[in-house]
């Protein structure tokens, strides 16, 4: 499932942003490639003590600059969006193999002085990881850190760059990549790792199109009150046991601002059956299994919209924990993908998600949903 709902994200978000650049010229389309080197980030204890020297990775992406054929990207400072491809040498064949990632991206400018150029992209995909936990028919117990092959696959970097001419740019950075199936299957402990890039930039015709500039009327600062329904699943503490549905509703209040972003603010609640049968079948707590099975959390957040595609950061605190708690708090990140929006009517907005959420740098679902907002 993990594969498949990533591999949803791909696909709904290329649809999205295939209307953005239905150009008639070359102009702003462009290729990268990045050479990557780096280090495997053992976050736990847990993780397995084998270490390689170093990850190294081969990036490929292709380019697309915006240049204001919608708001969005005007208001946006036109960012440049892309489909990436990356191979990942995880350093130890024989435990943790390597890792074929494809990816959207997009990339945010933070600072421009003439040719330079600071920049910060990130990244949501598939990744086919080629060693995973096996028990059966191969033997691997020592890669604790996936449980899979399909999994998520996230990269977060940020780059300075130097524009030689309008076909050429160099540039070097740092990044960090995240690959997990956020427990869909155990043991998923995941795989961080955190590195330095160099790599080139080519365009055709030239990587700075003419822009669109036009006067734009802001968008109201409007107050909405929205809900999501959410389903996950997960195995339990074992590996190679029966999946676990998780049931999630979250209900907020969220308020646009600068026209391109809504803060919001509420609650979070998720019931989690895999909790119910392990308390269940281990005898504890009798009576009160399903009372120990559910959580619930104050929430804050702040989502970045682009068009019909909005990218959430969200921040909960518990308020009450099951049984086995992880933490005080948690992360929730992933996309929305929106159906309606309106800026009239009841219904104001419709949308389908697809979120990651984890305590600290371990992953604990991936949650897939439909939200209204009214």
């Known amino acids: 499932m993990s594969g498949k709902t990533t591999l949803l994200t791909v696909y709904l978000l290329l649809l999205s942003l295939a209307q953005l650049y239905a150009q008639n010229s070359w ?3 462009g290729l990268e490639t990045n050479v990557m080197r780096g280090k495997i980030f053992r976050h736990t204890k847990k993780f397995p003590v084998q270490l390689p020297k170093s990850v190294n990775g081969f990036e490929l992406n292709a380019l697309f600059q915006t240049y204001g054929t919608k708001d969005w990207q005007q208001r946006r400072g036109f960012p440049l969006v892309g489909f990436g491809m990356m191979y990942t040498d995880y350093g ?20 421009k002085y003439k040719k330079f150029q600071w920049t910060f992209k990130v990244s949501f995909g598939l990744g ?5 936990y096996q028990r059966y028919p191969t033997f691997d117990t020592i890669n604790t850190a996936i449980g899979s092959h399909f999994n998520n696959f996230s990269l977060f970097a940020t780059d300075l760059r130097y524009r030689v001419n309008q076909h050429l740019d160099v540039q070097v950075g740092g990044n960090f990549t995240h690959t997990s199936n956020a427990a869909f299957r155990t043991p998923n402990l995941g795989i961080n790792s955190y590195g330095t890039h160099i790599g080139i930039r080519y365009f055709p015709t030239t990587s700075q199109p003419e822009k669109q500039v036009k006067e734009l009327t802001p968008l109201k600062n409007r107050w909405l009150m929205q809900a999501r329904l959410g389903l996950a699943a997960r195995e339990n503490f074992s590996a190679d046991g029966p999946m676990y549905p998780i049931y999630i509703v979250s ?15 509420g609650l979070d609640y998720s019931y989690h059956t895999n909790m119910y049968a392990f308390l269940r079948n281990n005898e504890i707590l009798p009576g009160k299994e399903k009372a120990n099975s559910w959580k619930s959390a104050v929430i804050v957040g702040n989502e970045f919209l682009l068009g019909r595609v909005g990218i959430m950061m969200q921040l909960g605190f518990y308020i009450k924990n099951y049984a086995i708690p992880e933490d005080f708090f948690y992360q929730k990140l992933g996309g929305n993908l929106y159906l309606i929006q309106r800026e009239e009517g009841f219904l104001k ?9 984890a305590h600290k740098a371990d992953a604990e679902l991936v949650e897939v949903g439909l939200g209204v907002g009214l």
């Open 128 to 132: 086919y990881v080629t060693k995973d």
């Open 27 to 29: 102009d702003g389309i």
């Open 92 to 111: 130890i064949d024989s435990i943790y193999g390597k890792c074929i990632s494809i990816y959207p991206n997009l990339e945010i400018p933070i600072v």
């Open 251 to 265: 209900a907020f209040v969220s308020k646009r601002y600068r026209s391109k972003n809504k803060v919001f603010a």
């Open 349 to 357: 907005e419709l949308s389908a998600s697809i979120l990651l959420k």
